[in-house]
Structures are given as C-alpha cells and as structure tokens.
C-alpha cells in the first residue's frame, strides 16, 4: 500500500524556517510528479509547489516564490519543502501529494504554525 509520510513541521516565529520531508513507500517515487499543498481551517486546500521526475521543473505557487524551494532526492524517495522567510499567514497543515494513472495519494499531513 502506497504511503507518503510527511514530517518537519512546528512553531516557528516570523521570518523563521522549516523543512519539511516527505518518504514515500510502496511506490515507484521516481515515475512521479510529486507536490506539497496546503491547508487551513474553512479554506479548500490549495498547490504550494511541484516538481518534475527528475528533479528539474518546478512550479510555485505566487504566494511563496522565492522564499520556499522544493527538491526531491529518488534514491531515498523523498520530497522535501525548504521554507524560508515564513509569515503567519503560511500557517497550515502541509501534504505531500502525488497522481498516479488510477489514484490520488495523500499524506496525513503536518503542522506549520508561524507565530510569535
């Protein structure tokens, strides 16, 4: 069974950082386009970021370009959200994602507060 299992987040003041990982198991990680979203309180869950198979093409999105960079390492089937700069409105529950040919995976999702 697939399992994408995310960790890294906490309080972190304004300005601060975080990484956050993501490993992946049960699943060819490197076939896939692999994503972190968002999510607060009454709010439909929205793309942060993505990035291609090998690691080379990324989008963001407007509200955290250039201050968050996603990478991904295949040899350990892991995605990674460095987040830099943080503002409280960044605070959510953060997933890692991927789409496969007949399913959606998700993570169980981790807390980013940013607070002071």
């Known amino acids: 069974q697939v399992q994408l299992v995310e960790s890294g987040g906490g309080l972190v003041q304004p300005g601060g950082s975080l990484r956050l990982s993501c490993a992946a198991s049960e699943i060819t990680f490197s076939r896939y386009v692999m994503s972190w979203y968002r999510q607060t309180p009454g709010k439909e869950r929205e793309l942060v970021a993505a990035?291609?198979?090998?690691?080379?093409?990324?989008n963001y999105a407007d509200s955290v370009k250039g201050r968050f960079t996603i990478s991904r390492d295949n040899a350990k089937n892991t995605l990674y959200l460095q987040m830099n700069s943080l503002k409280p409105e960044d605070t959510a529950v953060y997933y890692c994602?991927?789409?496969?040919?007949?399913?959606?995976?998700w993570g169980q999702g981790t807390q980013v507060t940013v607070s002071s």
């Open positions: 994602a991927t789409r496969t040919a007949t399913y959606d995976y």
């Open positions: 990035i291609g198979t090998a690691g080379y093409s990324t």
